[in-house]
């Protein structure tokens, strides 16, 4: 295999986003490992690309699946190259409505899931001494909304981690992004948004408003997930990478209004916190 051609392991690789994602790096002459739950969506496109493409099936929330998959894609190629943290679901309500088992899997998945898989590739990527592993954060961690208390924080802290993980192994040769999309033309409000278990009437101002939005902009999502999946490829095949990729004009607007908001509180509330440290000398 040329040594550019990248070795990909993608998770949710069979609709939406990582869907997209799996063509463009296939396109780009790459080799990919695509991962679903149900990976039969898969197997007519593995036989057309001729070996390029190897589907494997995969709960990101089972660490023995995780370790299998991981084995077995790098037994494929010898390698691996680039690792995409694409699998997860929405869980949307107020934070009262969730019931225990709803909380549980859905951090399970979105947080502990991509978890499981940094730590079972990070020896390969070690060994290398190269590596890239991307993760999918949201809008929700830029800053959050009503209703997706459970799905942003996992996603900010999945954040959290990825700041800390870039620099434990910067040093190492391998590199780490977060993309963080705006709302794309994929089916993930229709099928991967689970719903509070109990609803309760006091959150309709909020959260319950929140849901009618995402119901109204299903399938008229500005971004477009193929121009997104593209970005991506030509941020993996460059010579630099951001910690973050921020994809599309509302995640771009969001990012700077967070930015200016930080500011204006950081600028009103200093005296208040400078005034809580020692006196110099002291």
Do not use: C
Not at 42 to 51: F, H, I, K, R
Not at 168 to 180: K, N, Q, W
Not at 272 to 281: I, R, W
Request: aromatic share 6%.
């Amino acid at each position: 295999m040329s040594d550019s051609k990248r070795v990909w392991l993608i998770t949710g690789g069979s609709s939406g986003l990582g869907r997209s994602l799996v063509m463009a790096a296939l396109a780009a002459g790459d080799h990919v490992v695509a991962t679903a739950r149900n990976p039969e969506s898969l197997a007519g496109l593995e036989v057309s690309t001729g070996g390029a493409l190897r589907s494997m099936k995969l709960d990101v929330t089972r660490p023995d699946q995780v370790r299998a998959v991981v084995s077995e894609a790098v037994a494929a190629w010898g390698r691996l190259d680039v690792v995409v943290n694409n699998a997860g679901y929405g869980l949307v309500g107020a934070l009262e409505e969730f019931g225990d088992d709803q909380i549980e899997r859905n951090l399970s998945t979105n947080l502990l899931g991509p978890v499981n898989l940094i730590r079972a590739v990070l020896p390969t990527l070690r060994a290398q001494r190269s590596g890239h592993i991307i993760n999918l954060s949201a809008a929700a961690a830029i800053s959050n909304y009503p209703g997706f208390s459970i799905y942003g924080g996992a996603k900010a802290a999945l954040e959290s981690i990825s700041e800390s993980l870039r620099l434990e192994l910067a040093p190492l040769g391998i590199r780490v992004t977060l993309v963080e999309p705006g709302p794309f033309r994929t089916e993930f409000i229709s099928r991967s948004l689970d719903r509070g278990a109990g609803r309760i009437s006091d959150y309709d101002g909020s959260s319950g408003r929140f849901l009618g939005f995402l119901q109204k902009v299903d399938g008229k999502q500005p971004g477009d997930p193929d121009r997104a999946a593209a970005a991506m490829v030509r941020m993996v095949h460059g010579d630099r990478v951001p910690l973050r990729l921020v994809l599309g004009k509302y995640a771009v607007d969001k990012t700077r209004k967070m930015l200016a908001a930080r500011e204006a509180e950081l600028k009103e509330w200093e005296a208040v916190g400078l005034a809580t440290d020692f006196p110099p000398g002291e």
